[in-house]
């Protein structure tokens, strides 16, 4: 919360353009993903900067050339969203809990982006943004979902991967791309102000022809392993 404060009052000139333009991307008719990312991601990097957040990227050479990809990180907190939007260089959506739906500044980035907001209590409508997602990704569209479909709470250790979150790239035969995020829920979770270093490693993808034979429940135990792993490296 203070380094959100410290945000505001660092950009408070500029919040409210932001804030305009970013809910006027939400609403424009002709949606335009490549334009309203590059907007979001100069607002993210400033915020950042204002909040004296610094971000380190590893392996960036690991995001696939060609879109129709997704993303699977660890969860560690709502500053994840602005690690990824001011690291990634190629624009993609995102899978988010409804509960997050009415947080002013996410909720207009989301809109803007055109995510997906999933009811992890409601199976029936689960499927459906599995479903969603898998038609968007086969289009080329790019994704970001957190399997662990909630903040772990523990730092930098991991909660169980949910088998189900990997069925849209079994049914779109796209490339898992897992992600490592250390350290990300220091910003927002900390009382403090201090300057902080959150580091996001992207891990190299892991293609169709690598995972179709396995079990989401074992895709999901593969993909927790990788980050893992990562997190011991580059702690």
Known sequence: MYRIILMVVRLF????????????????????????YAFIKKVTKAANRA?????????LENIPKENGFIFFPNHQGMFDALVFLESCPVPFSVVYKKEVSNVILLKQVFKALHAIAIDREDIKQ???V??????EVKKGRNFLIFPEGTRSRMGNQLLPFKGGTFKSAVRAKCPIVPCAL????????EKSIAPVTVKLIYLKPICYE????????????????RIEEAIKEYL
């Not at 409210?16 to 809910?23: A, V």
């Not at 599995?130 to 038609?135: K, Y």
């Not at 250390?182 to 979770?189: G, R, T």
């Not at 690598?210 to 392993?225: C, G, R």
């Open 182 to 189: 250390i350290d990300s829920y220091k910003p927002f979770d």
């Open 130 to 135: 599995i479903n969603q997602m898998t038609e």
């Open 210 to 225: 690598e995972y179709k034979q396995l079990k989401t429940p074992e895709i999901a135990d593969l993909v927790k392993s």
């Open 51 to 59: 909040g004296r957040v610094k971000i380190e990227s590893y392996g």
């Open 13 to 36: 000139y500029k919040v409210p353009y932001y804030l305009m333009r970013i809910w006027w991307l939400g609403t424009r008719k002709n949606f335009n993903l490549e334009e309203n």
């Open 126 to 128: 689960s499927l459906q």
